[in-house]
C-alpha cells in the first residue's frame, strides 16, 4: 500500500506547459511595426499553443517602459517581449536603464528583420535621395524628421544619414512610429526613416512619397525601391530587427518549445508572404543563436553611435 502511495504521489503527471493565457508585451504604440508583426503571428501562436495570446501594449521611453515591466516578470514563460533591434541601444545612450539589456532576460529567437523605409510627405518636392541630401543642404535644420524615440532605430538611421552626407535636419521623437506616420502625413514633420510595417500601406495609398530603403541590398518585397546606399551614399545601412525575450532565468524546456513554436509560425507560407508585403523577412534562430545577436550589437551600435555623434535627448 506505501508503494502505491509513493508512485502515486511521484507518478501523476504534471500538466505541461502552456496551461494558461501568455502575455507578450509589445513596448511601443498600437498600430506601429512592432505592435503589427506581433499581432501578424499571435493567431497562429496561439492556435499553436493552443492559449491565448495576450498582447500587452506599453509604450514609452523608446520602449523601456514595456521592457523593464518583462524583466521583472515571473520567469515562468507567460510573459514574454516583442523587442526590436533598439533593445541594446538604449544601454548604450542611457546610463542608467532600470535593467541589463543582456543579463536581465532569456533569448528566445530573433523572428524577422526589416529595412526602414525614407518616406517623405508627396508636398516635399524630393524624388530621391540625392535631391533630398540637396534640398537639406540649401536648408539647414529647416527639414524635421520623426521618429519612434531617442535612440530608436530611426533616430539612428537619421542620425547616420546626417553624419555621412553633411546635412543638418531636426529630429523629433515621438512614443512609437504610428504617431509619426500619422503627423507625417499631416506634414507635421518633413520626413522618416520608418519601419516598413509602419510606412509602405501609407505608400501604396499615395499619403506618402518612399524615397530609398535602409539596407545593404535590395529588399525582396520591395523590389523597385533603391538603397540609401546605391542612391549614391556608399556604405549606409541601417536595417530593424525583431526578437522575441522573456526575463531571465525561464527554464530551458519552455525556452524549447516557445523556441519551436515561435518558429513554426514564422515557417507559415501565409506568415512568411503577409510579412514579406509589408517589407519583413521572416526568420528564426536557436536562442544561443540570437543571445550572440545581442552582444554583437552592442557593440556594432556603440561604434555608430560614436562616429554620428548621437547622444541621449
Known sequence: ?????????????????????????????????????????????????????????????????????????????????????????????????????????????????????????????????????????????????????????????????????????????????SIVVTDLIGGQVSLTFGTSLSVLPQVRSGRLRALAITSVGRSPALPDIPTVAESGVRGYEASLWYGFVGPAKIPADIVRRLNSEIAAVLALPEIRERLAGQGVDARSTTPEEFARLLVTDLGRWAAVLKRAGVRAE
Open 1 to 177: 500500500m506505501l508503494t502505491l502511495t509513493f508512485c502515486y504521489a511521484q507518478c501523476v503527471a504534471q500538466p505541461s506547459y502552456p496551461v494558461k493565457p501568455i502575455r507578450i508585451i509589445s513596448p511601443f504604440a498600437a498600430g506601429g511595426g512592432n505592435d503589427t508583426f506581433l499581432r501578424t503571428l499571435a493567431p497562429k501562436l496561439t492556435e499553436n499553443l493552443k492559449q491565448q495570446i495576450v498582447i500587452d501594449t506599453r509604450a514609452g521611453a523608446n520602449g523601456i517602459v514595456g521592457t523593464e515591466l518583462a524583466a521583472r516578470a515571473v520567469p515562468d514563460g507567460y510573459t514574454l517581449i516583442l523587442i526590436p533591434s533598439n533593445h541594446t541601444v538604449n544601454a548604450i545612450l542611457r546610463q542608467k536603464l532600470p535593467y541589463d539589456v543582456i543579463k536581465d532576460f532569456t533569448p528566445i529567437t530573433l523572428a524577422g528583420s526589416s529595412p526602414l523605409v525614407v518616406a517623405v510627405h508627396p508636398s516635399l518636392p524630393v524624388k530621391n535621395i540625392k535631391e533630398l541630401i540637396a534640398f537639406a543642404k540649401a536648408r539647414p535644420n529647416q527639414l524635421t524628421y520623426g521618429s519612434a524615440g531617442v535612440g530608436s532605430s530611426g533616430h539612428l538611421a537619421g542620425a547616420l544619414f546626417e553624419s555621412m552626407t553633411g546635412i543638418a535636419t531636426t529630429h523629433v521623437p515621438y512614443k512609437g512610429m
